[in-house]
Protein backbone atom coordinates (compact mmCIF):
# COMPACT_ATOMS: atom_id res chain seq x y z
CA UNK A 1 0.00 0.00 0.00
CA UNK A 2 1.40 3.40 -1.10
CA UNK A 3 1.80 5.32 1.76
CA UNK A 4 -0.44 9.16 1.35
CA UNK A 5 1.56 12.31 0.68
CA UNK A 6 1.89 14.50 3.29
CA UNK A 7 0.02 17.77 2.49
CA UNK A 8 1.23 20.50 3.75
CA UNK A 9 -1.72 23.25 5.28
CA UNK A 10 -2.09 26.90 4.14
CA UNK A 11 -0.52 29.62 6.80
CA UNK A 12 -3.36 30.98 9.24
CA UNK A 13 -4.38 34.21 8.22
CA UNK A 14 -3.15 37.02 10.24
CA UNK A 15 -6.67 38.66 10.88
CA UNK A 16 -10.22 37.71 9.94
CA UNK A 17 -13.03 40.11 9.02
CA UNK A 18 -12.67 44.04 9.37
CA UNK A 19 -12.08 44.50 13.35
CA UNK A 20 -8.96 44.90 14.79
CA UNK A 21 -7.37 44.16 18.20
CA UNK A 22 -3.44 44.93 19.83
CA UNK A 23 -2.74 41.09 19.54
CA UNK A 24 -3.81 40.94 15.39
CA UNK A 25 -1.58 44.49 15.40
CA UNK A 26 1.02 42.24 16.78
CA UNK A 27 1.00 39.05 14.32
CA UNK A 28 0.53 41.93 11.48
CA UNK A 29 3.60 44.17 12.56
CA UNK A 30 5.77 40.68 12.47
CA UNK A 31 4.93 40.21 9.44
CA UNK A 32 5.38 43.32 8.14
CA UNK A 33 8.84 43.24 9.63
CA UNK A 34 10.08 40.08 7.99
CA UNK A 35 8.94 41.03 4.73
CA UNK A 36 10.73 44.55 5.05
CA UNK A 37 13.90 43.10 6.52
CA UNK A 38 14.17 40.07 4.42
CA UNK A 39 13.05 41.17 1.05
CA UNK A 40 13.06 44.57 0.65
CA UNK A 41 16.28 45.06 3.49
CA UNK A 42 14.77 48.31 4.63
CA UNK A 43 16.95 50.09 7.38
CA UNK A 44 14.12 51.89 10.19
CA UNK A 45 14.18 53.97 13.25
CA UNK A 46 12.76 52.06 15.92
CA UNK A 47 8.87 52.04 15.96
CA UNK A 48 6.01 53.11 18.97
CA UNK A 49 2.56 52.99 17.45
CA UNK A 50 -0.18 54.50 18.76
CA UNK A 51 -3.86 54.21 18.24
CA UNK A 52 -5.53 57.49 18.18
CA UNK A 53 -9.53 58.74 17.80
CA UNK A 54 -10.57 60.68 15.31
CA UNK A 55 -10.54 63.86 17.80
CA UNK A 56 -7.02 63.59 18.37
CA UNK A 57 -5.88 63.08 14.46
CA UNK A 58 -7.37 66.39 13.75
CA UNK A 59 -5.77 67.64 16.79
CA UNK A 60 -2.32 66.59 15.65
CA UNK A 61 -3.60 68.27 12.34
CA UNK A 62 -3.83 71.28 13.82
CA UNK A 63 -0.68 71.15 15.65
CA UNK A 64 1.38 70.31 12.03
CA UNK A 65 1.65 66.49 13.12
CA UNK A 66 3.62 66.77 15.95
CA UNK A 67 3.25 64.95 19.60
CA UNK A 68 4.16 68.42 21.32
CA UNK A 69 3.65 72.02 20.44
CA UNK A 70 3.38 75.09 21.57
CA UNK A 71 -0.02 77.12 22.02
CA UNK A 72 -1.33 79.68 19.14
CA UNK A 73 -4.51 80.88 18.03
CA UNK A 74 -4.11 79.63 14.31
CA UNK A 75 -3.80 75.95 15.66
CA UNK A 76 -7.38 75.83 17.42
CA UNK A 77 -8.71 77.72 14.54
CA UNK A 78 -7.56 74.72 12.22
CA UNK A 79 -9.09 72.37 14.52
CA UNK A 80 -12.27 73.89 14.20
CA UNK A 81 -12.44 74.37 10.33
CA UNK A 82 -11.38 70.53 10.14
CA UNK A 83 -13.33 69.29 12.56
CA UNK A 84 -16.57 70.75 10.97
CA UNK A 85 -15.34 69.82 7.92
CA UNK A 86 -15.16 66.28 9.18
CA UNK A 87 -18.29 66.08 11.15
CA UNK A 88 -20.11 67.23 7.87
CA UNK A 89 -18.97 64.54 6.20
CA UNK A 90 -17.15 66.75 3.39
CA UNK A 91 -13.72 65.82 4.53
CA UNK A 92 -12.09 62.78 5.34
CA UNK A 93 -8.83 62.50 7.67
CA UNK A 94 -5.23 61.31 7.03
CA UNK A 95 -4.77 57.56 7.55
CA UNK A 96 -1.88 57.95 9.73
CA UNK A 97 0.55 61.04 10.94
CA UNK A 98 3.97 59.87 10.93
CA UNK A 99 6.84 61.62 13.34
CA UNK A 100 10.14 62.14 11.81
CA UNK A 101 11.88 60.66 15.22
CA UNK A 102 13.64 58.13 17.03
CA UNK A 103 11.80 56.59 17.96
CA UNK A 104 9.52 57.07 14.88
CA UNK A 105 6.12 57.65 15.79
CA UNK A 106 2.90 56.58 13.65
CA UNK A 107 -0.65 57.53 14.82
CA UNK A 108 -3.14 55.36 13.86
CA UNK A 109 -6.69 55.60 14.03
CA UNK A 110 -8.98 53.58 16.14
CA UNK A 111 -11.70 53.54 13.31
CA UNK A 112 -9.72 51.96 10.78
CA UNK A 113 -10.22 48.52 9.69
CA UNK A 114 -7.76 45.91 9.95
CA UNK A 115 -6.33 46.06 6.53
CA UNK A 116 -6.04 49.73 7.22
CA UNK A 117 -4.10 48.92 9.65
CA UNK A 118 -1.99 46.64 8.03
CA UNK A 119 -1.63 49.06 5.41
CA UNK A 120 -0.43 52.08 7.13
CA UNK A 121 1.93 50.49 9.38
CA UNK A 122 3.40 49.30 6.02
CA UNK A 123 3.32 52.55 4.62
CA UNK A 124 4.47 54.61 7.59
CA UNK A 125 5.96 52.82 10.27
CA UNK A 126 8.69 51.08 7.40
CA UNK A 127 8.24 52.91 4.39
CA UNK A 128 8.76 56.50 5.42
CA UNK A 129 10.64 55.27 8.26
CA UNK A 130 13.35 54.09 5.89
CA UNK A 131 13.40 56.97 4.11
CA UNK A 132 13.39 59.57 6.88
CA UNK A 133 16.72 57.30 8.00
CA UNK A 134 18.26 57.27 5.16
CA UNK A 135 17.69 60.38 2.57
CA UNK A 136 20.92 62.58 2.81
CA UNK A 137 18.61 65.62 3.14
CA UNK A 138 17.16 64.71 6.51
CA UNK A 139 20.67 63.45 7.70
CA UNK A 140 22.03 66.00 7.04
CA UNK A 141 18.90 68.75 8.30
CA UNK A 142 17.23 67.07 11.15
CA UNK A 143 18.48 65.44 14.30
CA UNK A 144 15.63 62.71 14.88
CA UNK A 145 17.43 61.84 17.94
CA UNK A 146 16.69 65.28 19.78
CA UNK A 147 13.50 66.64 18.16
CA UNK A 148 10.74 65.51 20.74
CA UNK A 149 13.11 66.71 23.13
CA UNK A 150 13.19 70.14 21.49
CA UNK A 151 9.58 70.50 21.19
CA UNK A 152 9.08 69.84 25.02
CA UNK A 153 11.38 72.46 25.82
CA UNK A 154 9.76 74.89 23.06
CA UNK A 155 6.28 74.26 24.86
CA UNK A 156 7.58 74.59 27.97
CA UNK A 157 9.38 77.77 26.99
CA UNK A 158 6.47 79.19 25.48
CA UNK A 159 4.34 78.69 28.23
CA UNK A 160 6.40 80.52 30.67
CA UNK A 161 6.51 83.29 28.33
CA UNK A 162 3.49 83.82 28.31
CA UNK A 163 2.66 83.58 32.16
CA UNK A 164 5.48 86.25 32.43
CA UNK A 165 4.68 88.58 29.41
CA UNK A 166 1.37 87.62 28.55
CA UNK A 167 -1.06 85.83 26.18
CA UNK A 168 -1.41 88.71 23.58
CA UNK A 169 2.30 90.04 23.23
CA UNK A 170 3.50 86.16 22.62
CA UNK A 171 0.70 85.58 19.96
CA UNK A 172 1.32 88.80 18.93
CA UNK A 173 5.63 88.07 18.19
CA UNK A 174 4.27 84.22 16.61
CA UNK A 175 2.21 85.66 14.35
CA UNK A 176 4.89 87.77 12.73
CA UNK A 177 7.41 84.81 13.38
CA UNK A 178 4.73 83.06 11.53
CA UNK A 179 4.31 84.72 8.85
CA UNK A 180 7.64 84.84 7.73
CA UNK A 181 8.78 80.86 8.95
CA UNK A 182 9.05 80.10 5.22
CA UNK A 183 11.73 82.64 5.16
CA UNK A 184 13.40 81.12 8.33
CA UNK A 185 15.89 78.41 7.03
CA UNK A 186 19.47 77.70 6.26
CA UNK A 187 19.66 76.47 2.77
CA UNK A 188 23.42 75.72 2.58
CA UNK A 189 24.98 75.38 6.33
CA UNK A 190 24.20 72.64 8.05
CA UNK A 191 22.35 73.89 11.18
CA UNK A 192 23.46 73.13 15.04
CA UNK A 193 22.35 70.14 16.54
CA UNK A 194 18.82 70.70 18.64
CA UNK A 195 18.48 69.74 22.16
CA UNK A 196 16.65 70.89 25.40
CA UNK A 197 19.87 71.07 26.85
CA UNK A 198 21.67 73.24 24.98
CA UNK A 199 18.73 75.12 24.68
CA UNK A 200 18.80 76.01 27.97
CA UNK A 201 22.06 76.03 28.29
CA UNK A 202 22.24 78.98 25.95
CA UNK A 203 19.33 80.79 27.59
CA UNK A 204 21.54 80.98 31.00
CA UNK A 205 24.47 81.63 29.40
CA UNK A 206 23.10 84.79 27.53
CA UNK A 207 21.07 85.85 30.92
CA UNK A 208 24.73 85.71 32.97
CA UNK A 209 26.47 87.56 29.63
CA UNK A 210 23.81 90.70 29.69
CA UNK A 211 24.79 90.73 33.67
CA UNK A 212 28.19 90.90 33.14
CA UNK A 213 28.56 93.37 30.22
CA UNK A 214 25.67 95.32 29.77
CA UNK A 215 25.90 98.03 27.05
CA UNK A 216 22.75 100.00 26.05
CA UNK A 217 23.89 100.40 22.64
CA UNK A 218 20.15 100.86 21.19
CA UNK A 219 18.52 103.08 23.62
CA UNK A 220 18.78 106.23 21.66
CA UNK A 221 18.82 107.35 18.18
CA UNK A 222 22.40 108.88 16.76
CA UNK A 223 22.11 111.93 15.00
CA UNK A 224 22.27 112.48 11.04
CA UNK A 225 24.74 115.15 9.51
CA UNK A 226 22.57 115.42 6.62
CA UNK A 227 19.40 113.68 4.79
CA UNK A 228 21.12 113.28 1.59
CA UNK A 229 23.43 110.46 1.73
CA UNK A 230 27.05 111.04 -0.91
CA UNK A 231 26.83 107.72 -3.47
CA UNK A 232 30.02 107.20 -2.49
CA UNK A 233 29.94 107.17 1.22
CA UNK A 234 26.80 104.91 0.87
CA UNK A 235 28.66 102.54 -1.55
CA UNK A 236 30.96 101.48 1.68
CA UNK A 237 28.53 102.02 4.07
CA UNK A 238 26.61 99.21 1.88
CA UNK A 239 30.02 97.68 1.14
CA UNK A 240 30.38 98.07 5.62
CA UNK A 241 27.21 96.03 6.38
CA UNK A 242 27.78 93.36 4.16
CA UNK A 243 30.87 92.29 4.92
CA UNK A 244 30.21 92.45 8.88
CA UNK A 245 26.48 91.43 9.36
CA UNK A 246 26.86 88.85 6.30
CA UNK A 247 24.27 90.81 3.58
CA UNK A 248 22.41 90.00 1.68
CA UNK A 249 21.17 87.47 4.26
CA UNK A 250 18.15 85.11 2.90
CA UNK A 251 16.94 83.98 6.92
CA UNK A 252 15.16 86.47 7.47
CA UNK A 253 14.03 85.40 11.10
CA UNK A 254 17.85 84.54 12.01
CA UNK A 255 18.48 88.11 10.78
CA UNK A 256 15.94 89.57 12.98
CA UNK A 257 17.19 87.42 16.15
CA UNK A 258 20.06 88.71 15.75
CA UNK A 259 20.29 92.22 14.79
CA UNK A 260 16.67 93.92 15.54
CA UNK A 261 17.28 96.74 17.75
CA UNK A 262 13.78 96.22 19.85
CA UNK A 263 13.90 92.78 20.87
CA UNK A 264 13.96 91.58 23.98
CA UNK A 265 15.49 87.99 24.77
CA UNK A 266 12.62 86.00 25.24
CA UNK A 267 11.67 87.27 21.68
CA UNK A 268 14.79 86.20 20.37
CA UNK A 269 14.71 83.05 21.73
CA UNK A 270 10.98 82.21 20.60
CA UNK A 271 12.34 83.48 17.02
CA UNK A 272 14.93 81.23 17.07
CA UNK A 273 12.59 78.60 18.12
CA UNK A 274 10.11 78.84 15.04
CA UNK A 275 13.51 78.68 12.93
CA UNK A 276 14.30 75.54 13.97
CA UNK A 277 10.93 74.16 13.85
CA UNK A 278 10.68 75.41 9.97
CA UNK A 279 14.76 73.86 9.39
CA UNK A 280 12.94 70.69 10.82
CA UNK A 281 10.03 70.76 7.78
CA UNK A 282 12.76 71.82 5.75
CA UNK A 283 13.64 68.31 3.58
CA UNK A 284 10.00 67.28 3.80
CA UNK A 285 9.52 70.00 1.47
CA UNK A 286 11.76 69.22 -0.97
CA UNK A 287 11.11 65.42 -0.88
CA UNK A 288 7.45 65.07 -1.04
CA UNK A 289 6.84 63.01 -4.19
CA UNK A 290 10.10 60.83 -3.12
CA UNK A 291 8.74 60.51 0.49
CA UNK A 292 5.07 59.34 -0.27
CA UNK A 293 6.23 57.27 -3.27
CA UNK A 294 8.73 55.50 -1.26
CA UNK A 295 5.95 54.53 1.56
CA UNK A 296 3.52 53.72 -1.17
CA UNK A 297 5.89 51.45 -2.68
CA UNK A 298 6.84 49.66 0.37
CA UNK A 299 3.17 49.33 1.25
CA UNK A 300 2.20 47.87 -1.96
CA UNK A 301 4.93 45.72 -2.17
CA UNK A 302 4.45 44.56 1.27
CA UNK A 303 0.73 43.68 1.47
CA UNK A 304 1.08 42.16 -2.22
CA UNK A 305 3.57 39.66 -0.49
CA UNK A 306 1.21 38.81 2.64
CA UNK A 307 -1.00 37.88 -0.17
CA UNK A 308 1.21 36.04 -1.78
CA UNK A 309 2.07 33.89 1.33
CA UNK A 310 -1.73 33.43 2.13
CA UNK A 311 -1.54 35.90 5.39
CA UNK A 312 -4.43 37.95 4.39
CA UNK A 313 -7.32 36.74 2.22
CA UNK A 314 -8.91 37.91 -0.88
CA UNK A 315 -11.47 39.92 1.11
CA UNK A 316 -8.27 41.91 2.73
CA UNK A 317 -6.80 42.51 0.03
CA UNK A 318 -9.51 43.99 -2.66
CA UNK A 319 -10.27 46.06 0.17
CA UNK A 320 -6.36 47.32 0.43
CA UNK A 321 -6.33 47.96 -3.27
CA UNK A 322 -9.43 50.08 -3.22
CA UNK A 323 -7.68 52.26 -0.43
CA UNK A 324 -4.50 52.20 -2.34
CA UNK A 325 -6.24 53.13 -5.64
CA UNK A 326 -7.96 56.12 -4.18
CA UNK A 327 -4.54 57.34 -2.92
CA UNK A 328 -2.76 57.30 -5.84
CA UNK A 329 -5.20 58.15 -8.20
CA UNK A 330 -4.58 61.48 -10.28
CA UNK A 331 -7.51 63.72 -11.22
CA UNK A 332 -7.82 65.25 -14.62
CA UNK A 333 -7.23 68.75 -14.90
CA UNK A 334 -11.02 69.37 -15.35
CA UNK A 335 -12.07 67.12 -12.15
CA UNK A 336 -13.42 68.60 -9.50
CA UNK A 337 -10.42 67.44 -7.43
CA UNK A 338 -8.33 68.50 -9.57
CA UNK A 339 -4.98 70.19 -7.04
CA UNK A 340 -1.98 69.91 -9.51
CA UNK A 341 -0.29 66.81 -9.77
CA UNK A 342 -0.67 64.27 -7.13
CA UNK A 343 2.47 63.29 -5.00
CA UNK A 344 1.61 59.81 -3.99
CA UNK A 345 0.37 59.54 -7.49
CA UNK A 346 3.47 60.84 -9.34
CA UNK A 347 6.00 59.13 -6.86
CA UNK A 348 4.49 55.50 -7.07
CA UNK A 349 4.70 55.62 -10.09
CA UNK A 350 8.16 56.54 -10.78
CA UNK A 351 9.04 53.99 -8.03
CA UNK A 352 7.00 51.23 -10.03
CA UNK A 353 8.67 52.22 -13.36
CA UNK A 354 12.23 52.12 -12.17
CA UNK A 355 11.35 48.66 -11.12
CA UNK A 356 10.49 47.44 -14.21
CA UNK A 357 12.80 49.19 -16.69
CA UNK A 358 15.35 47.60 -13.89
CA UNK A 359 13.63 43.69 -14.67
CA UNK A 360 11.52 44.41 -17.92
CA UNK A 361 13.27 47.06 -20.07
CA UNK A 362 12.38 48.37 -23.31
CA UNK A 363 14.06 49.31 -26.12
CA UNK A 364 13.11 52.87 -25.33
CA UNK A 365 14.06 52.37 -21.68
CA UNK A 366 17.76 50.72 -22.46
CA UNK A 367 18.36 53.70 -24.85
CA UNK A 368 17.23 56.28 -21.70
CA UNK A 369 18.63 54.34 -18.63
CA UNK A 370 21.00 51.80 -19.80
CA UNK A 371 22.91 52.01 -16.68
CA UNK A 372 19.79 50.63 -14.94
CA UNK A 373 17.75 48.77 -17.36
CA UNK A 374 17.92 45.11 -16.93
CA UNK A 375 20.23 45.03 -14.14
CA UNK A 376 17.71 42.69 -11.92
CA UNK A 377 18.51 45.27 -9.17
CA UNK A 378 15.43 47.36 -8.82
CA UNK A 379 15.09 47.54 -4.72
CA UNK A 380 18.90 48.05 -4.84
CA UNK A 381 17.91 50.69 -7.41
CA UNK A 382 15.06 52.30 -5.74
CA UNK A 383 16.84 52.20 -1.96
CA UNK A 384 19.90 54.28 -3.54
CA UNK A 385 17.50 56.97 -5.02
CA UNK A 386 15.73 57.34 -1.90
CA UNK A 387 18.90 57.84 0.08
CA UNK A 388 20.58 60.17 -2.43
CA UNK A 389 18.09 62.38 -4.48
CA UNK A 390 15.52 64.91 -3.55
CA UNK A 391 12.18 65.32 -5.78
CA UNK A 392 13.89 68.17 -8.31
CA UNK A 393 16.85 65.53 -8.98
CA UNK A 394 14.85 62.49 -8.64
CA UNK A 395 12.27 63.46 -11.55
CA UNK A 396 15.22 64.62 -13.56
CA UNK A 397 16.82 61.56 -13.24
CA UNK A 398 14.09 59.13 -13.55
CA UNK A 399 11.38 60.92 -15.36
CA UNK A 400 10.61 58.06 -18.22
CA UNK A 401 9.22 58.66 -21.38
CA UNK A 402 6.59 55.86 -20.75
CA UNK A 403 5.02 57.93 -17.85
CA UNK A 404 4.89 61.81 -19.35
CA UNK A 405 2.66 59.49 -22.10
CA UNK A 406 1.01 57.82 -19.50
CA UNK A 407 0.25 61.31 -17.31
CA UNK A 408 -0.50 62.90 -20.70
CA UNK A 409 2.01 65.91 -19.77
CA UNK A 410 2.96 68.07 -22.16
CA UNK A 411 4.96 71.97 -21.11
CA UNK A 412 3.14 75.11 -22.68
CA UNK A 413 4.68 78.77 -22.60
CA UNK A 414 2.25 81.10 -20.90
CA UNK A 415 2.91 84.78 -21.73
CA UNK A 416 0.61 87.42 -21.09
CA UNK A 417 1.25 90.11 -23.34
CA UNK A 418 1.02 87.22 -26.53
CA UNK A 419 -2.77 86.25 -26.94
CA UNK A 420 -2.03 82.77 -27.97
CA UNK A 421 -0.58 80.06 -25.57
CA UNK A 422 2.31 77.97 -27.51
CA UNK A 423 3.02 74.67 -27.11
CA UNK A 424 6.81 74.13 -26.05
CA UNK A 425 6.85 70.20 -25.75
CA UNK A 426 5.03 66.91 -27.31
CA UNK A 427 5.43 63.77 -27.02
CA UNK A 428 8.83 63.40 -28.63
CA UNK A 429 12.79 62.78 -27.79
CA UNK A 430 13.09 66.09 -27.82
CA UNK A 431 9.71 67.15 -26.09
CA UNK A 432 10.66 64.16 -23.57
CA UNK A 433 13.26 66.42 -22.11
CA UNK A 434 12.33 69.72 -22.03
CA UNK A 435 8.70 67.93 -20.34
CA UNK A 436 10.66 66.44 -17.35
CA UNK A 437 13.46 69.56 -17.09
CA UNK A 438 10.13 71.59 -16.37
CA UNK A 439 8.42 68.88 -14.34
CA UNK A 440 11.74 69.18 -11.79
CA UNK A 441 11.92 73.24 -11.95
CA UNK A 442 9.05 72.81 -10.44
CA UNK A 443 9.95 71.22 -7.40
CA UNK A 444 12.76 73.44 -6.69
CA UNK A 445 13.48 75.23 -3.35
CA UNK A 446 12.94 79.02 -5.21
CA UNK A 447 9.63 77.50 -7.38
CA UNK A 448 7.87 76.71 -3.91
CA UNK A 449 9.23 79.61 -1.50
CA UNK A 450 9.46 83.45 -2.40
CA UNK A 451 13.48 84.20 -2.80
CA UNK A 452 13.43 87.26 -0.11
CA UNK A 453 16.75 88.91 1.56
CA UNK A 454 18.02 91.41 3.57
CA UNK A 455 20.02 93.61 1.57
CA UNK A 456 20.79 96.66 3.47
CA UNK A 457 20.45 98.15 7.30
CA UNK A 458 20.88 101.82 7.77
CA UNK A 459 22.29 100.75 11.06
CA UNK A 460 23.79 104.64 11.77
CA UNK A 461 21.19 106.60 10.47
CA UNK A 462 17.32 106.22 10.45
CA UNK A 463 17.65 101.88 11.04
CA UNK A 464 15.36 101.51 7.72
CA UNK A 465 15.57 97.95 6.30
CA UNK A 466 15.82 97.00 2.43
CA UNK A 467 14.47 93.75 1.42
CA UNK A 468 15.38 92.59 -1.98
CA UNK A 469 12.80 89.85 -3.69
CA UNK A 470 14.42 87.87 -6.85
CA UNK A 471 11.94 87.21 -9.25
CA UNK A 472 12.48 84.10 -11.16
CA UNK A 473 8.82 84.39 -13.33
CA UNK A 474 8.68 88.07 -14.26
CA UNK A 475 5.78 88.28 -11.65
CA UNK A 476 6.52 90.52 -8.55
CA UNK A 477 4.72 90.31 -5.12
CA UNK A 478 1.13 91.41 -4.92
CA UNK A 479 1.26 94.38 -3.09
CA UNK A 480 -1.43 94.04 -0.63
CA UNK A 481 0.40 90.60 0.44
CA UNK A 482 3.96 92.49 0.35
CA UNK A 483 2.39 95.12 2.57
CA UNK A 484 1.05 92.90 5.11
CA UNK A 485 3.93 90.90 5.41
CA UNK A 486 6.66 94.09 5.45
CA UNK A 487 3.96 95.30 8.43
CA UNK A 488 5.14 91.90 10.47
CA UNK A 489 8.74 92.78 9.35
CA UNK A 490 8.05 96.44 11.19
CA UNK A 491 7.42 94.60 13.82
CA UNK A 492 10.02 92.77 14.14
CA UNK A 493 12.77 95.73 13.51
CA UNK A 494 11.02 98.17 14.68
CA UNK A 495 11.77 100.89 11.67
CA UNK A 496 10.78 101.56 7.95
CA UNK A 497 10.80 98.85 5.85
CA UNK A 498 11.34 99.14 2.15
CA UNK A 499 11.00 96.17 -0.70
CA UNK A 500 11.94 96.07 -4.07
CA UNK A 501 11.22 93.05 -6.74
CA UNK A 502 14.32 92.65 -8.83
CA UNK A 503 14.33 90.55 -12.07
CA UNK A 504 17.18 87.57 -11.18
CA UNK A 505 17.95 88.02 -14.87
CA UNK A 506 18.31 91.68 -16.10
CA UNK A 507 18.58 92.96 -12.81
CA UNK A 508 15.84 95.21 -13.63
CA UNK A 509 13.39 96.83 -10.41
CA UNK A 510 9.71 95.93 -11.01
CA UNK A 511 7.99 97.29 -8.40
CA UNK A 512 8.98 99.20 -5.06
CA UNK A 513 7.00 98.76 -1.62
CA UNK A 514 7.34 101.14 1.60
CA UNK A 515 6.06 100.93 4.92
CA UNK A 516 6.36 102.81 8.04
CA UNK A 517 6.78 101.08 11.71
CA UNK A 518 4.11 102.74 13.91
Known sequence: MAKAEKVEKPPKHLYDGAEWSFEKLDRVYDAIEEIANTELGLNVYPNQIEVITSEQMLDAYSGIGMPLMYNHWSF??????????????????????????????????????????????????????????????????????????????????????????????????????????????????????????????????????????????????????????????????????????????????????????????????????????????????????????????????????????????????????????????????????????????????????????????TDEDRQWFPDIAGSKKGIEVLKDAWANYRDESFILQFLSPKLIRDFRLFQIHDNSSLPHLKVDAIHDSRGYKKIRSALAKSYTVSAMTLDIQVADVEFEGDRAITLRHMVHDDVPIDGKEAEQVMRRIAQLWGYDVSLYCEDALSGKVLATYDVTAT
Request: hydrophobic share 35%; glycine share 4%; aromatic share 12%.
Open 76 to 361: GKSFVQDEFYYRKGMRGLAYEIVINSSPCISYIMEENTMTMQALVVAHAAFGHNHFFKNNHLFQQWTDAEAILDYMHFAREYISKCEERHGVEAVEELLDAAHALRENAVDHYSRPVPMSREMAQQRIADREEHKRSDYRDIWRTLPHKGSDVEDEEVKSKRQEANMAKFGLPEANLLYFFEKHSPILEEWQREILRIVRNIAQYFYPQKQTKVMNEGCACFCHYYIMNRLFDKGLITEGAMLEFIDYHSRVVAQPDFDDQRWNGINPYALGFAMMQDIYRICHEP
